[in-house]
């Protein structure tokens, strides 16, 4: 609710700009295939809205072409994927195939890829075994340009 609040914040602010603030990146986001649940991707995207993120939703039960193809097309420095369930996280058609298409078109030092959700909070081996791009380990962190 409070990322929310943040979004929408972030957007009736901006309208008052005369000339809005420079976006600092884009980052396309969503649920993992096979998973319905969008709190913690809604969350997480109200949050990067109001870092000035410009935040691409694919709603949930993205298939990993999507994901890819989304961001190529987007221009998104990060692919952002949400899982509740491990099977989820892991599944063949999850975050170890987006990884594995990021490889196969030459893309991973181009695209980043974050994951989270419950399964990586409970499962430190999860994490390790899905392989992200690696980076803070808290949202804590100031804004700063995202970068390719």
Known sequence: MTAQIAADVTEKMLEKF?????????????????????????IVSGCLKSLMVDVVDLGSNV????????????????IAISAMMVHTAIGENGSLKVRALLKERGLEDRIKLAVGGAPYRFDTELYLKVAPTPGPPTASMPPKPLSN
């Open 18 to 42: 005369s000339k809005p603030p420079e976006m600092i990146g884009r980052v396309v986001i969503g649920a993992a295939y096979g998973d319905l649940h969008s709190l913690g991707k809604r």
């Open 63 to 78: 298939s990993a072409e999507r994901f890819v193809d989304a961001a190529v097309a987007e221009q998104a420095q990060v």
